[in-house]
């Protein structure tokens, strides 16, 4: 089942403003992933922060966590039409049930 | 909302036998279907793309000899881990997406694969 609420459900952009993506969920984690997907494809991991970071970058990307609140935010730097994409957010109970998967944010970069 | 299943949840094999995992879209048509494995503690790695009635393609270092899929039809893809090993004890995920222009992508549950 999909715990996770990413918000917005669609994101629409120009190229070169930053884009802010946000996602909540509901139960205890260790540690929580974004993943992107691009149409028809399958999706790409691209940041693991655990719970007890509040902070992680990588390239054009920040991830915030902030588990008082349950809830992450992913933010893209200086948009590419590129970046264009579905992105996903995923939390590890670190049970043995693996990871729950939000709905997704549907960004899209105006050129 | 679309609900995709995944039987068994959990499987414990014994090392050189196969298991076949099924993939289950409940109420809607599953033009494409992925799978992804996940290793403890780590993400989830993409194995391959299944769209029904062709032929899977697989990320480059998955064994198709050993990982087979078939997506018979919109609603059922299989994995069959062939000649399973103790080194494919994994997590193994499906997801599925629906007709072309629908963005959104469900995921399975899991099925958690043991092999001793």
């Known amino acids: 089942s999909q715990q996770g609420e990413e918000d917005p459900q669609a994101l629409s952009i120009q190229e070169g403003e930053n884009a802010t993506m946000n996602c909540s969920y509901k139960t205890s984690i260790n540690n929580l992933q974004w993943y992107r997907q691009n149409s028809g494809r399958g999706l790409v991991h691209l940041i693991l922060i655990r719970s007890n970071e509040r902070e992680k970058h990588s390239g054009r990307l920040r991830v915030t966590l902030d588990t008082s609140k349950k809830s992450s935010s992913l933010l893209i730097t200086a948009s590419r039409a590129a970046d264009t994409a579905s992105y996903f957010c995923?939390?590890?109970?670190?049970?043995?049930?693996?990871?729950?998967f939000g709905k997704g944010t549907h960004l899209i970069i105006q050129p | 909302g679309a609900v995709v299943s995944q039987h068994p949840s959990r499987v414990i094999c014994k090392s050189g036998t196969s298991v076949k995992i099924e993939c289950r879209s409940l109420d809607f048509q599953a033009t494409t279907m992925f799978w992804y494995r996940q290793f403890p503690k780590k993400s989830l790695m993409l194995m391959a793309t299944s769209n029904e009635g062709s032929k899977a393609t697989y990320e480059q270092g998955v064994e198709k000899d050993k990982f087979l899929i078939n997506h018979a039809s919109l609603t059922l893809s299989t994995l069959t881990v062939t000649s399973a090993h103790p080194e494919d004890s994994s997590f193994y995920i499906c997801?599925?997406?629906?007709?072309?222009?629908?963005?959104?992508?469900?995921f399975g549950p899991g099925t958690r694969l043991t092999v001793t």
């Open positions: 997801s599925a997406t629906g007709l072309a222009g629908v963005l959104e992508q469900y």
């Open positions: 995923a939390t590890d109970g670190g049970g043995a049930d693996g990871l729950t």
